[in-house]
T-cell receptor
Framework: DGGITQSPKYLFRKEGQNVTLSCEQNLNHDAMYWYRQDPGQGLRLIYYSQIVNDFQKGDIAEGYSVSREKKESFPLTVTSAQKNPTAFYLC??????????FGPGTRLTVL | AQSVTQLDSQVPVFEEAPVELRCNYSSSVSVYLFWYVQYPNQGLQLLLKYLSGSTLVKGINGFEAEFNKSQTSFHLRKPSVHISDTAEYFCAANTGGFKTIFGAGTRLFVKA
């Protein structure tokens, strides 16, 4: 069953805490992305990776970090430096035609 | 810079009525265009895409869109909507690189 999995579905963070969101894919796509979604603002790009061991900052990378040690995995860490992390986070991959495939999302809430 | 503008933030419509969700893009080069749908608390699903060829593109769930290069538009249409079409719809554009630009979304609300 091919696809993208994100975990957890819901995540709660305390002030000053780092949390890591998981994204795994078995579509064999090279490119992977993290987006943040806030109500009425569409999708904003946090980080993207074209190949293993390489990644680039998107439009709102401050307060976030990523790694790409395996083709299948692209975890996102929300650090304590991100002052307003409450949002819906979406992971995606891209095919050769640049069509993007999305995971089910993780909703992060700051307590 | 490349941008995508969805002209309506919300579109209310009665069940079985036709609907058009408007999208304009800005790009001076060839562009790939996409429409995605998002149901509450879920990821985005592809409805349809324009890569090249025929300007009228048909997608899933009875949706279609027309690529108009002179007007730089890619409006989404459905002749008769159902309650189950209530969702948020995103237009997106890609000029062949690794970044896809998304519009802010249009919330379609279908009323009985």
């Amino acid at each position: 069953d091919g696809g993208i999995t994100q975990s957890p579905k819901y995540l709660f963070r305390k002030e000053g805490q780092n949390v890591t969101l998981s994204c795994e894919q078995n579509l064999n796509h090279d490119a992977m992305y993290w987006y943040r979604q806030d109500p009425g603002q569409g999708l904003r790009l946090i980080y993207y990776s074209q190949i293993v061991n390489d990644f680039q900052k998107g439009d709102i990378a401050e307060g976030y970090s990523v790694s790409r040690e395996k083709k299948e995995s692209f975890p996102l860490t929300v650090t304590s430096a991100q002052k307003n992390p409450t949002a819906f986070y979406l992971c995606a991959t891209a095919s050769g035609t640049n069509e993007q495939f999305f995971g089910p999302g993780t909703r992060l809430t700051v307590l | 810079a490349q941008s995508v503008t969805q002209l309506d933030s919300q579109v209310p419509v009665f069940e079985e009525a036709p609907v058009e969700l408007r999208c304009n893009y800005s790009s001076s080069v060839s562009v790939y265009l996409f429409w995605y749908v998002q149901y509450p608390n879920q990821g985005l699903q592809l409805l349809l895409k324009y890569l090249s060829g025929s300007t009228l593109v048909k997608g899933i769930n009875g949706f279609e869109a027309e690529f108009n290069k002179s007007q730089t538009s890619f409006h989404l249409r459905k002749p008769s909507v159902h309650i189950s079409d209530t969702a948020e719809y995103f237009c997106a554009a890609n000029t062949g690189g690794f970044k896809t630009i998304f519009g802010a979304g249009t919330r379609l609300f279908v009323k009985a």
